[in-house]
């Protein structure tokens, strides 16, 4: 298994980009190039967060994007006038999302994959999940359930007046800060999971991608009331010894087939 894992890392990392962008998003551009730095893990699919507005078939009930026409999509927070300019261009049901940060990361362990779970959960990221494939592929999903979803406009025809539109403008910039808080925070408890020693040789020859601003380590809350630093995380590993990977700046669509249904959302 160990010998399949690298070869389904190799072949992942070495694939081109087929997302809609086309490349890893910059505000999580460290997060995947840090991850895929070790040799037990690799991202399969990404997204760093999104507003985005769909305009769907007015006669149609099926929900898959292939058949929908994005109006606006947006990776920052966005203008309301933005909103409005792009569903000026509705002809069908429009629907505003916001769409948190997502994560999928292949595992060569199961403990691996216990650890990376561990790191979402205290992260804020409580919708994330474990799953095994039939060949024997461990995925975790680092995901969360802060997202939105409003529809605008029916048959071409807008809904709402344009002070509702601000109104959930102001909502879904909101929810994307938090986005972006959760992130840092992720970022910052695997940097405390992950080995001290490869760290510091990454840190030495790579700064890192992105410049985060500056926060309080993150404390996960017992049931107690009471607070454990992220630093717990280094004892589960210290037992381990880790070798130097190479470091991989791209990111590749999903390799297993049991989550297709679910990647598809953020490709």
Known sequence: MEKRFSQWK???????DLSKKGSVDEDIAHVVSLLNSFEEFFTTSSCSGRIILIDGAPDSSDVHK???FWLFVSHQKCKSDDLISALANSSGEAVLKFEP?????QCRRLEDAQLMHSVAINSGFRNSGLTVGKTGKIIT???????????LSHAGKLLVDHEYIHFLTQIANQKMEENLRRIHRFHQNLQ???PTEKLHKLQMSDPPVSQEPQEVPYRAETEKGETNK?????????????H????CHGDGPS???ELDDCLDLFT
Do not use: D
Request: charged share 20%.
């Open 255 to 257: 390799i297993v087939p």
């Open 244 to 247: 130097q990977t190479y470091c």
């Open 66 to 68: 292939q058949n929908c």
């Open 10 to 16: 190799k072949q992942c990392l070495n694939k081109l």
């Open 141 to 151: 999903a680092v995901r969360s359930t802060h997202s939105l979803e409003v529809p």
């Open 101 to 105: 940060f997502v994560l999928h990361v």
């Open 230 to 242: 992220t630093s717990v995380y280094k004892r589960r590993r210290k037992r381990e010894q880790h």
């Open 192 to 194: 405390s999971a992950l």
